[in-house]
């Protein structure tokens, strides 16, 4: 029987505590984009996500708000699962350790390990804070020795509680972690984790009875489980552990529990002991991933530095976070989350790079071809295009393959990029012009089809939406459950003879807002001091910037008439203006709104840039630019006494 390959992957479950930020976004994003790309490498893949909803916080914080910890919990867990879908996350299953099987699970496992012996009651000593009913550690104490919650002095007390021996696994791991390189990832954290296990592992508390919002110990019922031996057993619920043996045989032991590095400990120290002790095989991976940060800070609701995902993707879209986020940080390091570097991706990578070779071989193929892609003729210039597809395809799988997914992405742009300049070498628009080459044209605007076939195929673990509509505007099958990733190793699988459709924009580029420059110029120019210095260094660089009179012409003015205006909702600096421009009207959006109002300039005949690239501006699409003198403060449309449609030269 020809079995699919399997592949299992988990992200943290989360806690409930707290509104997820984008730093928890980015873990579950990596887990999906490696689960998409297994799914797409022929592995029959299980995706787990989910909700650590136990523990005396929960409860505290649910017994402030008034209502049952289940109450307090759904509602979060609502908008967890709401992130994961706008974030458009694959996951298979999402596992709740408040429900009923992942409850079943818990108990057996502390059941078969206490009938071995490994688990024993004893006694949990800690200093306790009677008020706020927590234990603290000598170090989390404040400065007078006191609680650190509520300042007040702490005593000593002892608690019966359940323990896990896992002292007695700590040789056992050892040899393992010796025996399995890649069993803890990156070789950083796996040299902390075998330092502190060398150090002496000590056995763990796992029961509590101060509180109740828990799963009861078999037997016990006054005691909870508490937090690491419920947490780390949702691994093995939803794939059949106690109910579907197949299954379970199918998928465990997992492939990668992909967690932040803070959690590496409990994953790979506290985590395989259990297992070891209910005899099961240990995962093959634990993957520690570095933190998204904030200006080097790590996000936190205290510090007031958290990102919402929601609004971000609100903004840019899930593909565009998915991208940065996957680009930008190396997994195992730490990476930098600024606004500021993610437009810049959008602008330059997204909008850019791959926008416009789709924008430009579709306009092509619409333009000399009537959207028909046809075989044609191969040159040198295609020979070592399709060389490079080859390469850029074979590279991208063994990054994918070994987990380096931000090298994986720079792969498929470096594609897109060498396609891009394909175009540029080719110069479809002069082969256009000789009727002779028509067929030299076919073949170039069939490699370039044939290679955003390829990348749709690279980018989709990325950016799943873009690779579909890629694929829906070449007009090409777009379900991904159907396509394999061999495709993207084998050149001339785009088929001959098909009709592609329209270009549609895939990512508007981004203004980094027309306000903001005008209040940047504003500024500079109440600061005659800096102005005057601008103007000089201006004049130094005048020679160095002169421009040929080719270039020149590649701007296109015009004399355009202003039919409407009216101010952009929410802004100081910005109209709305209607234009007519002779042979259509358009809008476009200017920060000229300090110095006139609407009724001033309706009407009035001014000089447009016409081909400027389109861009958003606060939602609004602005297809050009009119020009304007300023000087300080002052600033003035230029206007012309000249019919609408002048070329202006
Ligand atoms: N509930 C435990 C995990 C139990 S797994 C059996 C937990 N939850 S958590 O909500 O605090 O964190 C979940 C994951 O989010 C962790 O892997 C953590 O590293 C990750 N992140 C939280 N903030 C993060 C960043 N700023 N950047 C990257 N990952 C971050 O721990």
Redesign the pocket.
């Known amino acids: 029987m020809n079995e699919k390959k399997s592949f299992y992957i ?9 509104k ?5 976004a ?3 994003t990596i887990a999906d984009a490696i689960a998409r790309y297994k799914r797409l490498d022929g592995f029959d893949v299980f995706f787990l996500t989910g ?2 909803e136990h523990g005396q916080k929960i409860q505290r914080t649910a017994e402030e708000k008034g209502v049952t910890p289940i109450e307090y919990v759904d509602g979060i867990v609502a908008g967890f699962k709401n992130l994961w879908e706008r974030l458009n996350i694959s996951n298979d299953d999402f596992i709740r350790t408040s429900e009923k099987r992942h409850e079943k699970v818990v108990r057996e496992i502390f059941r078969r390990i206490y009938e071995k012996g490994d688990i024993y009651k004893g006694e949990y000593k800690g200093l306790y804070c009677t008020p706020c009913e927590s234990y603290w550690t000598n170090l989390q104490l404040d400065e007078n020795g006191c609680c650190p919650d509520c300042h007040r002095p702490v005593e000593e007390v002892a608690e019966e509680a359940y323990f896990f021996r896992l002292s007695k696994y700590a040789d056992r791991l050892l040899k393992y972690i010796d025996e399995n390189e890649d069993f803890i990832y990156p070789v950083s954290r796996r040299n902390e984790m075998i330092n502190f296990i060398k150090q002496g592992l000590e056995d763990l508390c796992i029961s509590r009875t101060s509180f109740d919002w828990g799963i009861p110990v078999p037997g016990d019922e006054k005691h909870v489980v508490y ?2 031996f419920d ?5 093995l619920t939803p794939i059949g552990f106690l109910d579907d043996a197949e299954k379970f045989a199918k998928f465990w032991p997992a492939d990668i ?7 590496v400990r ?2 790979s120290i506290i ?1 395989p002991c259990i297992l070891m002790a209910l005899d099961l095989p240990l995962p093959k991976q634990v993957y520690g ?6 200006k080097g800070d ?3 609701k205290s510090k007031g530095n958290v990102v919402d995902p929601l609004l971000l993707i609100d903004e840019f879209g899930a593909d565009a976070i998915r991208y940065f986020l996957l680009r930008e940080i190396n997994l195992g390091q ?2 930098n ?1 600024s606004r500021d570097a993610l437009i810049s991706r959008i602008n330059a990578d997204l909008a850019n790079d791959l926008g416009n070779l789709l924008h430009r071989t579709l306009s092509m193929i619409g333009k000399f071809q009537k959207g028909t892609v046809t075989e044609g003729a191969n040159n040198a210039f295609g020979e070592s295009l399709q060389k490079d597809a080859l390469a850029a395809a074979k590279k991208y799988r063994k990054e994918m393959d070994n987990t380096e997914l931000s090298d994986a992405v720079k792969t498929a742009f470096a594609f897109i990029g060498r396609a891009n300049k394909y175009i540029d070498e080719t110069a479809p628009w002069a082969l256009a012009k000789d009727e002779g080459k028509k067929d030299e044209l076919a073949g170039v605007l069939y490699n370039l089809a044939e290679s955003l076939r390829i990348i749709s195929i690279m980018i989709f673990p990325v950016m799943p939406d873009t690779a579909k509509k890629i694929r829906e505007q070449l007009n090409i099958p777009a379900d991904f459950a159907d396509i394999s990733m061999d495709e993207a190793e084998q050149w001339g699988l785009f088929p001959k003879g098909g009709m592609v459709n329209k270009p549609e924009q895939l990512f508007p580029r981004i203004e980094v807002e027309a306000e903001e420059h005008a209040e940047k110029t504003a500024k500079a120019a109440k600061n005659n001091k800096a102005e005057k210095k601008h103007e000089q260094v201006a004049k130094a660089n005048e020679s160095a910037s002169q421009i040929s009179m080719e270039e020149f012409a590649k701007i296109h003015l015009r004399v355009v008439k202003v039919l409407a205006a009216e101010a952009v909702p929410n802004t100081e600096k910005l109209l709305k203006l209607t234009v007519d421009l002779g042979d259509e009207k358009r809008e476009i959006v200017s920060g000229i709104a300090k110095h006139y109002t609407p009724g001033d300039i309706v009407g009035k005949n001014v000089v447009m840039v016409i081909n400027l690239k389109p861009t958003k501006i606060r939602g609004i699409l602005s297809q050009g630019m009119v020009l304007a003198a300023s000087k300080g403060e002052d600033l003035e449309l230029i206007s012309v006494d000249m019919p609408v449609g002048s070329k202006v030269k």
């Open positions: 988990t992200t943290p479950i989360y806690y409930p505590s707290a997820l930020h984008i730093g928890h980015y873990c579950t909700s650590d937090v690491w947490a780390l057993s949702n691994y529990h992909l967690v932040g590095k803070e959690i409990f994953h985590w991933h570095g933190w998204l940060v904030v790590k996000m936190s730490d990476g989350f």
